[in-house]
């Protein structure tokens, strides 16, 4: 471990070029030296694991996640039997099942493998993806429209769990009714025939993994489940075989990463191999979009949540809310094209409504001081389907809490984003259990909710004072939180090889910020939009390249571009570049110190 020896001890109050304080993660020592020799990783990577409370016995799991000890028996989850059964007797019996999804990347996921795996299995099934107009979740209009075609089962993906009257609206109607769902749930469950959601409040608590499924997470444990009882039932013959449920991975892995969620336990397993299953192009529609995005290599985590999801999320956003589903079901290659392409003008103009929404959103931050370390802006002309891509920017650029709200006709809907040590989605049903929202749920650090607009100053105060209360009255200093020290000459294409057994980078496990100390800078030039090129070395001639994105205007690429010759510490990632066959190392800078 002797690399993260060379960090420096004087760092505790010295701001970055970026204004950044660097934090160093704590690791039990011991433990590292006995990752690195169990499993021959480099010290580093050894290290990192350690910082993130991976020890001896976690890291098989973790370095080599399989189905085989991750994926535990669907019916450890709550009414996960019930329900299977209940939708095996509809494929037996060939009733009319009917789907409400939701109009993000995991609703399209959720309701896409549920319906191909019923379509596989003999049946026809509609879907409802609710425009965003018309809301989250389960709706009357739609309940009504598939109660009027003889619907006699409805499944609700990505929904479901707090809408109590839509549900046993439904349910009362004789129409029974399953919410496959993973979002937070009250103490009280909608009176239907079965609610399968990790997150309810009487879950035990034997694989605490499942918590952190997405809702498409959710739909391939409940289709195991109802395979399984297919099966058990002798339902499957030559003339109906059984589906292979791998072949749906992508599916799993799309909606997984874009949804944000941690990726650890089950969910490692289930991007790692459906990573995989798309390199493979078995779905028309995500080969169309990714061919259409410009792709030329397999997709990777970065592709899913960066190129590919929000091209689906653009038809829920500004135009048609079904449009991405409808692409993930694509039965042949000239539909999905088209889908694609309709995906493709929906983001570029998703694009345009941003940019307005964002500068409009700055601008009242920075004109009117705030009363909150938070920042909480709302418009009549803002664009809803965009909010929440304003929200994650405003929190990016602030550090902090993020709340941002469309004043519609009939209410104001919102979206929230969240910094460390904040539970926004606790703070969402907090405010609608006191009666300021009319709608509301989420996650650690994303949510969605609806008020009126008479109660606009009334949550301010109510969301002000409780982030207040979490989080300190003074806006934090923002942190480059590291993890491991490393030198010029340890970054070759072996050790990015071994950083890579650490992957899939995400949520609950980003990807590793390293310490580049000690180096002299011998190149540094502008390319591109803003970006700039440099070339770093140590004494003994080692060198390696580096990239510092969207720097030239900042102070730090400032200081890159007048530092020939001078030596700095640098914060940011290894990636490598795949040329003609041959590996290059690349440094990502995304913070620098004067050493």
């Known amino acids: 471990m002797s690399e993260n020896k060379i960090v420096p001890t004087d760092f505790a109050d010295i701001l970055s070029l970026n204004g950044n304080l660097w934090r160093f993660a704590a690791y039990d020592e011991n433990t590292a030296t006995l990752l690195a020799e169990k499993f021959d990783l480099p010290p580093a990577a050894a290290v990192i694991l350690a910082a993130r409370g991976i020890g001896v016995d976690e890291a098989e799991d973790f370095l080599n996640p399989g189905f085989g000890k991750l994926m535990p028996d669907p019916s ?18 060939r009733e009319r099942v009917a789907v409400i999804g939701d109009y993000d990347v995991d609703g399209a996921t959720s309701s896409s493998l549920l319906k191909l795996f019923l379509q596989d299995v003999g049946l026809n099934v509609p879907a409802h993806i609710p425009e965003r107009e018309e809301g989250y979740g389960p709706s009357f209009a739609a309940v009504d429209e598939f109660l009027k075609n003889g619907a006699e089962l409805l499944v609700t993906t990505d929904c479901g769990t707090t809408a109590f009257e839509v549900l046993e609206y439904a349910q009362n109607k004789g129409m029974d009714v399953i919410v496959l769902d993973h979002h937070e749930a009250e103490a009280k469950l909608p009176a239907v ?30 289709v195991v489940a109802v395979n399984r009882e297919l099966r058990r039932r002798g339902f499957y013959s030559a003339s109906c075989p059984e589906p292979n449920l791998k072949n749906r991975l992508d599916l799993v892995a799309l909606g997984t ?8 336990g089950l969910n490692r397993a289930f991007v790692r191999f459906g990573v995989n299953m798309m390199a493979q192009r078995k779905n028309p529609g995500i080969c169309a979009l990714a061919d259409k995005a410009g792709l030329t290599e397999a997709p990777g985590v970065y592709q899913l949540g960066y190129v590919l999801g929000p091209r689906i999320n653009a038809g829920g956003r500004v135009g048609e809310a079904a449009t991405g589903y409808r692409l993930l079901c694509a039965e042949n290659k000239a539909q999905a094209e088209q889908l694609a392409e309709k995906l493709n003008v929906f983001n570029e103009k998703r694009k345009e409504i941003e940019n307005y929404v964002l500068l409009q959103a700055m601008e009242l931050l920075e004109s009117v001081p705030q009363s909150y370390p938070m920042a909480f802006v709302y418009g009549r002309d803002w664009h809803q389907g965009v909010i929440g891509i304003v929200a994650g920017k405003l929190k990016e650029r602030y550090n902090l809490p993020s709340f941002v709200m469309s004043i519609e006709a009939d209410e104001v809907k919102g979206s929230a984003r969240s910094v460390a040590g904040l539970n926004i989605g606790a703070l969402i049903m907090a405010a609608k259990e006191k009666g300021l929202l009319t709608k509301g749920g989420g996650h650690n650090m994303a949510a969605g909710f609806s008020l009126k607009e008479e109660n606009l100053e009334a949550f301010r105060r109510f969301a002000g004072e409780y982030v207040m209360h979490m989080t300190g009255s003074k806006a934090p200093v923002p942190v480059t939180e590291l993890e491991a020290v490393v030198s010029v000459a340890a970054l070759t294409p072996e050790f990015a090889d071994a950083m890579e057994r650490l992957a899939p980078f995400g949520a609950g496990n980003p990807e590793p910020k390293l310490m580049l100390a000690n180096t002299a800078l011998l190149r540094a030039d502008i390319v591109g939009n803003g970006h700039i090129r440099c070339t770093f070395g140590s004494f003994a001639g080692d060198r390696v390249k580096a990239m510092a994105f969207n720097a030239a205007d900042s102070e730090m690429g400032k200081a890159l571009l007048a530092g020939r010759g001078q030596l700095f510490h640098l914060a940011g990632s290894v990636h490598t570049d795949k040329w003609m066959g ?9 913070d620098a110190m004067h050493a």
């Open 257 to 264: 990463v874009c949804d944000v969620v941690p990726l650890l």
């Open 76 to 93: 450890v989850l709550k009414d996960m039997d019930k329900a299977a059964a209940r939708i095996a007797d509809a494929v037996e019996n």
């Open 193 to 222: 025939y079965a609610v399968v959601n990790p997150k309810r409040l009487d879950e035990c608590d034997n694989c605490p993994y499942l918590k952190y499924l997405a809702a498409v997470g959710v739909v391939f444990m409940t």
């Open 582 to 590: 041959n590996k290059q190392i690349c440094f990502f800078v995304d």
